[in-house]
């Protein structure tokens, strides 16, 4: 690997217009100036413009692989467009050595009514292989693609997938000093992937610098040397990847605490009136605790409490079990008392989730309490770079908690 | 071994203002766009014909239909079209023809880069692939209607020499002045669809502006039609070697191709300097 800068990135800004109207006619303005001669670096914004991407700067040496990350409609593919050329700086400069290949499309000029056949030259000329160089590895593309049996179908009768894995079968025959990849790759299946994950490898170990953009943390953290974390309002350049994918992560945590649902909080005979969750850091093997005071009218023998520790949205759980999972008798007594709950050696899977408790009279014949509380986990960057979470819960979700708990009577 | 990199910068200043590297990289791409646009070419024309049960006959209706509105209109006197110095049949249908192929190509530009958007977006490829697609498809069309052309003077038994065949060199300049006047309209029409509606309004309006179907006047100021209208020159000489096989406005044919290939480069270096900003507006 040698030191050649291949990607110079100075103080560059784009603008962005969200109106159609106005950014059309921005658009032939700015054609006047062209054509005039009098464009330049703009500082101002026009009216109903922001600025997309904002003073970016960094280099990329050959064999490096950045990492941009950040939420979507963050401006990660207007910065590679800018690089590869398709659109034109507001301010700063790019400069570009050696020849530079954006898998921002795969799949580009296929024409759905011809045959897979017939779109493999079409797209290879798009993307400047020539027909002769095509003729050469048509068949090495079309096993790489997967799909020989469809070559002769036309490209409409294809799933989003397979449209994808052609495409990319054809890109995958260029040999580029720098290579841009979108969130392109997200549409083929596992095996499709990692086909072409492996390919990106190897043009890395030949010393193609890469600028990646993937969702998957795990894909950027396997390839990454640095990374470009890119949100809306800041653009930050992390040398440690595991601290970059960290702060990415960080940007989807539900600060404001919407998310906090108290659907039931006791009945007419027994009111909840302190809900504690401790707030620690558990190594594996603590247990999370969870309390719940009561004051009670009556006596119900059997009750049956459902803990549940999933994600935001509930798509995944980090724990979930019944006291009946374990033949445990659980029951509410008459006057004061608590119900105490400990979760044994939990391993959570991500950095944010809900713990959703219910506690329902015998037989489930009535719900006494329900309540969905946000946690937060945090991260710990692992040494092979991949991330472990341990068990941590932080100031902001106890805090919340003693604020609530003055409020639940 | 160390291989020489190439290197590009890109800034926000204009591109004019270095207009050696702006030339230079205009006739490099120019190069690089050709197997593109042949490709691109095939590759509409094929799209075009594989969705269809007529074909190629699409090319002959409309030429066909306008001709016989023409054709009865001066059979039955109902206008008076003028000494035109062949069957009016013949000239009728050859230039409804010709006029087909023209309108056609001035069409052609936008179509092919407003339908090329996605591309545009997010690929870099030489943008001049698109401008000479449009071009070898409006080439496509012509030589089709050649066949029709053929027909034509077949079966009203006109009297051809091998000369006959230089029709073509007028038609293609006819085709490529319309390819100009597309490439000139591409940078709005791209950006606001009002352009492509107004083409269709001006092209039925510019019909009747041009000694199509009626004699070129010879009075001015009605002759201008013939003189000012940069179509009748290239359509004239077309339909006269075509039918006659004689030429008489070769020097007026001669100035306006000087011309055309100065509005041609103008065009060309308006519609690569309008192409970063337009496809900027063009996507998200």
């Given at each position: 690997m040698s030191d050649t800068t291949l990607i110079v990135v100075e103080n560059l800004s784009k603008k962005f217009c969200r109106s159609l109207k106005r950014s059309l006619w921005y658009g032939v303005k700015d054609l006047v100036s062209e054509l005039s001669g009098s464009r330049t670096a703009k500082n101002e914004l026009r009216k109903g413009e922001f600025w997309a991407v904002d003073n970016i700067s960094f280099e990329l040496k050959e064999g490096e692989t950045l990492g941009l990350i950040g939420p979507n409609g963050s401006g990660k593919t207007t910065l590679l467009r800018i690089l590869n050329g398709l659109i034109k700086p507001d301010k700063g400069k790019i400069t570009v050595r050696g020849q530079m290949q954006a898998l921002?499309?795969?799949?580009?000029?296929?024409?759905?009514?011809?045959t897979g056949r017939e779109n493999i030259y079409i797209n290879a000329s798009v993307l400047g292989i020539p027909k002769s160089e095509v003729d050469k590895r048509f068949d090495e593309i079309v096993e790489f693609s997967g799909i020989p049996e469809f070559i002769?179908?036309?490209?409409?009768?294809?799933?989003s997938g397979m449209v994808v894995r052609l495409g990319f079968a054809v890109a995958a025959y260029l040999n580029p000093d720098i290579l841009l990849v979108d969130e392109?790759?997200?549409?083929?299946d596992e095996g499709f992937q990692m086909k072409c994950l492996n390919k990106i490898g190897e043009l890395k170990q030949e010393g193609t610098a890469i600028i990646l953009v993937s969702h998957n943390m795990h894909t950027i953290l396997t390839y990454s040397n640095r990374i470009l974390l890119k949100a809306p309002d800041k653009c930050q350049l992390y040398d440690d990847v595991g601290e970059g994918v960290n702060a990415y992560k960080s940007l989807?945590?539900?600060?404001?605490?919407?998310?906090?649902?108290?659907i039931c909080t006791g009945t007419d005979n027994v009111a909840f009136h302190t809900i504690n969750i401790h707030s620690q850091t558990l190594r594996p093997g603590d247990a999370f605790q969870i309390s719940l005071g009561y004051t009670s009218s009556i006596s119900l023998e059997e009750i049956e409490i459902d803990v549940a520790i999933r994600t935001t949205h509930e798509t995944f759980w980090h724990y979930q079990a019944t006291n009946k999972t374990y033949d445990r008798k659980l029951a509410i007594h008459e006057g004061e008392g608590s119900l105490d709950i400990s979760v044994m050696d939990l391993k959570p899977h991500n950095t944010s989730g809900r713990v959703s408790i219910t506690v329902w009279q015998k037989n489930r014949t009535a719900m006494l309490f329900w309540w969905r509380i946000p946690v937060y986990f945090t991260g710990i960057p692992g040494s092979s770079g991949a991330n472990f979470y341990d068990v941590v819960f932080d100031d902001t979700a106890h805090a919340v908690h003693s604020n609530t708990i003055s409020n639940s009577r | 071994m160390k291989k020489q990199l190439s290197e590009v910068i890109y800034t926000?200043?204009?591109?004019?203002?270095n207009p050696v590297k702006l030339v230079q990289s205009m006739f490099q791409d120019l190069m690089a766009a050709r197997e593109l646009a042949w490709r691109l070419a095939v590759r509409d024309i094929s799209t075009k014909y594989r969705e269809s049960v007529l074909g190629l006959l699409w090319a002959f209706i409309p030429p066909i239909l306008a001709g016989i509105v023409f054709i009865f209109l001066h059979n039955k006197k109902v206008v008076d079209f003028g000494d035109?110095?062949?069957?009016y049949a013949v000239f009728a249908f050859v230039g409804t023809t010709l006029w087909q192929s023209f309108v056609e190509s001035i069409n052609s530009p936008l179509q092919v880069v407003n339908s090329a958007k996605p591309m545009l977006a997010k690929i870099n490829f030489p943008r001049e692939a698109l401008i000479i697609s449009a071009f070898y498809q409006s080439l496509f069309g012509l030589l089709i209607k050649s066949l029709l052309l053929g027909a034509i003077v077949i079966y009203f038994d006109i009297n051809v020499?091998?000369?006959?065949?230089?029709?073509?060199v007028p038609a293609i300049l006819l085709v490529l002045l319309g390819i100009i006047i597309g490439l000139l309209l591409t940078p709005l029409g791209a950006l606001y669809s009002d352009v492509s509606s107004s083409v269709l309004v001006f092209t039925q309006f510019l019909f009747f502006l041009t000694p199509v179907v009626y004699?070129?006047?010879?009075?001015y100021p009605y002759s201008l039609l013939a003189s000012?209208?940069?179509?009748?020159p290239f359509l004239n000489a077309a339909r006269d070697i075509l039918?006659?096989?004689?030429?008489?406005n070769l020097t007026l044919v001669i100035i306006a191709s000087t011309i055309l290939l100065m509005i041609l480069f103008a065009g060309w270096l308006i519609y690569r300097l309008a192409m970063p900003i337009i496809i900027e507006r063009i996507s998200a």
């Open positions: 921002i499309a795969l799949g580009a000029g296929f024409s759905p009514v011809l002769n179908s036309p490209v409409r009768s294809y799933s392109v790759l997200a549409v083929g989807f945590l539900n600060k404001d605490h919407s998310d906090f649902e108290k | 926000p200043e204009s591109l004019v203002r035109v110095g062949m069957p020499s091998i000369i006959s065949v230089l029709f073509i004699a070129p006047p010879t009075t000012a209208n940069p179509v009748s039918v006659l096989g004689t030429i008489n």
